[in-house]
């Protein structure tokens, strides 16, 4: 129901997912589908992350992706996980991924659903026993169903998301979705190959004093983003930066918190990318009466204009985020 009430603790994702069927009265549980297409490969990947250091398949994979970064082999291998439970599912037409240059087309010519996805975000923590997480923003292909995927299909702005989400990969793994009725957050049990709810009706605190940002980079910010980080000093905060977007995301989320990438030398618009990272936590933030800005706009309102670009990202309590950007609003 629409109440967001909150369900019973310990319900599978399954029970779950079907019975908020009925916030779709038109559909006909395709989305329900591929959310549980999405759940398969996250316990894939999952059980993939924590034998990695076992099976020996850490380190480089000697290859770079699109981003030019060193390719982790569990990069790779969540990523063709989640095309390949994606493709298998039925419910995809085309795929968006931090390790692929282009669109994937998977040719699926009754598929109504477009995935943009960062399979593995926090790459560089892989090898150092470090939580990452996977990002996932689910939005409606807008050309007719068979015809080839159009570049229109797939920048479509963060408000047209129809649901979106992250898998993190931490001291337990856990699943945290949203299709637009609230944010419900599941806790993976393997020896059950379930995921159990155990998050119901997220909401972020509107006040917190954790601030996210790489302190490394200082002396690059602007001069709003650097009197902002003082004001948090002044008044105590802790710093807290796990190099793990959806870690420190998800932690903000359920304490309070702020986390920051702003414009710096080596990345003028932001390292993160709009797509399949910005957007997704963004909508995810809003559910949770959090916000997600660029500096200037909502993130959900920007017209992506290229596959790969990149935002810069506040996001984090409603407070917090609107404070900062009374200070980014100053320096102007
Ligand atoms: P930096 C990881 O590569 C990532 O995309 C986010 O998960 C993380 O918050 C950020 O980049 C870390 O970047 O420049 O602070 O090391």
């Known amino acids: 129901d629409q109440t967001g009430m909150a369900y019973s603790v310990g319900t599978t994702l399954d029970r779950f997912i079907k019975s908020k069927q009925s916030d779709f009265p038109f559909a006909s549980g395709e989305l329900s589908q591929l959310l549980r297409d999405i759940a398969l490969a996250a316990k894939i990947v999952n059980r993939e992350t924590n034998r990695a250091g076992l099976a020996n398949i850490g ?3 000697g290859q770079t992706n699109v981003q030019g970064e060193e390719q982790q082999k569990l990069d790779v291998i969540a990523n063709i996980r989640f095309i390949r439970a994606l493709s298998k599912g039925g419910e995809v037409c085309a795929i968006v991924s931090e390790e692929e240059d282009a669109v994937i087309d998977l040719h699926n010519t009754s598929g109504k659903y477009v995935v943009a996805i960062d399979p593995l975000d926090g790459s560089s923590n892989i090898d150092v026993n470090i939580s990452i997480g996977t990002i996932f923003s689910i939005y409606r292909r807008i050309t007719p169903a068979g015809s ?3 570049m229109e299909d797939v920048m479509q702005p963060g408000s047209k998301q129809v649901a979106a989400g992250y898998v993190l990969y931490g001291s337990s793994t856990m699943l945290v979705y949203t299709t637009g ?3 419900n957050g599941f806790t993976y049990e393997s020896s059950l190959g379930e995921f159990f709810l155990s998050h119901p009706n997220i909401q972020a605190p509107k006040d917190g004093n954790i601030y996210s940002i790489n302190e490394g980079s200082e002396l ?4 709003g983003v650097q009197d902002y980080i003082r004001l948090c000093k002044e008044k105590g905060y802790s710093a ?13 989320l359920l304490k309070g918190g702020i986390y920051i990438y702003p414009p710096t030398q080596k990345n003028p618009n932001g390292k993160l990318r ?3 990272e910005a957007n997704a936590l963004a909508l995810l933030a809003e559910q949770a ?8 706009q909502n993130i959900l309102s920007i017209q992506p204009e290229s596959l790969h670009q990149r935002t810069p990202l506040i996001i984090g309590s409603e407070k917090m985020v609107q404070t900062a950007m009374e200070y980014f609003a100053e320096e102007k």
């Open 59 to 61: 380190g480089a994979f």
């Open 148 to 150: 080839p995927i159009q």
């Open 181 to 183: 009725f609230g944010v």
């Open 220 to 223: 690059e910010w602007n001069k």
């Open 240 to 252: 807290r930066y796990i190099g793990s977007l959806v870690a420190d995301f998800h932690r903000n």
């Open 274 to 276: 709009l797509l399949y």
């Open 289 to 296: 009466g959090a916000i997600a800005t660029d500096g200037k």
